[in-house]
């Protein structure tokens, strides 16, 4: 169709051409071949010029050439508009992530989902029988919701309990995110992260994931949201719960992906609270030869990797930033963003980072945790600080990977040294955000 387009286009150009030049001639006698076809008074494009008027002749070429000229220009213009348009549509064919080019070129049939048909090992499932499951969609049953959609509790009818993700008609690009989620949680199989159940097709009358339903919230919600309690977190909790996410990310980049939005809204938890990582819509394929991937900035206010948000260069280490927040309010049972702070410490992190540099982590510790009560909570609250402290470095080259985060995390659990180097009290930390990390594999202080 774009082919054929162009050659109209082109014709066009040439009738213009044609008529540009006829126009000159017209006015232009002296151009005409002198041939018995084309007289003047004979030629059908040729007139007799008026008899000694040569003003008004010359006037007459120079409104033939302009426009002749003009149409030629118009000619060029829509020919560069349509050629755009084109560029414009191939360029886009290849803006989505690898694995959701493969998706989306053999997209499930409505048939398929109707007769319980799969799709790259995931099961589909039919619009009718998920309106049914969640009481047609009934507010009641609604779990939560964010910037792409609502979350519904549904019950199957086999008896299994489910979380419906329902994408927002709004959302421009929610079947690149459909896509995106439904293709990553396909290859990804691991006991903290949330289990993909299912997905309607891509034809059906709505966009619907179908998740395992995990039912006791989100840390969020613990630490500072609606189940929020004084001392229903103790310290080995938080640390369970920050060793498990940890333990996901690990899998997440040694899969090749980027979650890009590690937050505790996104970090669910069952009846043991289990960790279960969550809300895969924005991860991208990150291949592991790579440094970095040029990506406009997406995630949570709060959350964001600076030197992503600024340079546009997403990598692992925007995962390993946004865990370090995360830490901070394992620790401090406060919000990743607040208004209501001063000025300074609207931004959770930037808070961490002034009260660690002034030897002032009790103003940010939670004080239902023991801080100030117990010395073994004490000494293990100040080395998951320094951890954070280190995740949370500006530039990314200057933060651990989410490997050596583990393995400190670990080492702090089991009051063992060996697995990384830990300092022992906050009266140590640095002084400045340019502090290197220290590698796991080497005993000194290096520069990656």
Not at 254 to 270: C, G, P, Q, W, Y
């Amino acid at each position: 169709m774009e082919t054929f387009l162009l050659r109209i286009h082109f014709r066009n150009a040439a009738v213009l051409v044609t008529f540009a030049t006829a126009f000159l001639l017209r006015f232009r006698p002296s151009l005409a071949d002198d041939n018995d076809d084309c007289k003047i008074g004979t030629c059908p494009f040729l007139l007799p010029p008026p008899p000694d008027n040569s003003d008004d002749i010359k006037k007459k070429i120079i409104i033939g050439t302009c426009t002749g000229f003009g149409a030629l220009l118009l000619t060029l213009l829509v020919l560069g508009i349509c050629y755009r348009w084109r560029q414009l549509r191939r360029k886009r064919s290849h803006m989505l992530p690898y694995v959701q080019r493969s998706v989306l070129s053999n997209p499930p049939s409505v048939e398929e989902a109707e007769n319980g048909g799969t799709y790259l090992g995931v099961h589909l499932f039919s619009y009718k029988e998920l309106e049914e499951a969640t009481n047609h969609f009934d507010s009641n049953k609604e779990l939560g919701d964010g910037g792409f959609g609502t979350v519904h509790y549904g019950l199957l009818k086999d008896g299994r309990a489910v979380a419906v993700k329902r994408l927002f008609e709004s959302n421009f690009k929610r079947v690149e995110q459909f896509m995106n989620e439904v293709g990553i949680l396909a290859r990804l199989r691991h006991h903290n992260l949330v289990s993909l159940y299912g997905c309607t097709s891509s034809n059906s009358r709505e966009l619907l994931l179908v998740y395992e339903y995990v039912p006791n919230g989100t840390v969020a919600d613990h630490l500072h949201g609606k189940l929020a309690k004084p001392s229903k977190l103790p310290w080995s909790t938080r640390m369970k719960i920050a060793i498990e996410t940890a333990s996901a990310l690990v899998y997440l980049h040694a899969s090749e992906i980027i979650h890009r939005d590690v937050k505790t809204n996104n970090i669910l938890l069952d009846n043991h609270y289990s960790v279960k990582v969550a809300d895969f819509g924005l991860s991208r394929l990150f291949p592991l030869d790579v440094t970095h991937v040029s990506t406009a900035p997406q995630g949570t206010p709060g959350y964001v990797d600076p030197e992503y948000h600024q340079c546009y260069q997403l990598s692992d280490k925007s995962d390993v930033f946004s865990f370090g927040v995360v830490l901070v309010e394992l620790m401090s049972s406060m919000p990743a963003v607040d208004i209501t702070r001063h000025r300074q410490e609207i931004n959770l992190f930037n808070m961490a980072i002034n009260k660690i540099q002034s030897h002032a982590l009790h103003e940010l510790v939670d004080p239902s945790l023991g801080f100030e009560s117990d010395d073994k909570i004490k000494d293990m609250i100040t080395s998951v600080a320094e951890v954070a402290f280190q995740c949370l470095q500006s530039m990314k080259d200057e933060r651990p990977t989410m490997m050596e985060v583990l393995d400190s995390l670990n080492a702090i659990q089991n009051r063992n040294g060996d697995a990384v180097q830990v300092k022992n009290g906050y009266e140590s930390s640095p002084s400045s955000m340019s502090v290197s990390w220290v590698s796991s594999n080497t005993s000194t202080a290096t520069n990656y």
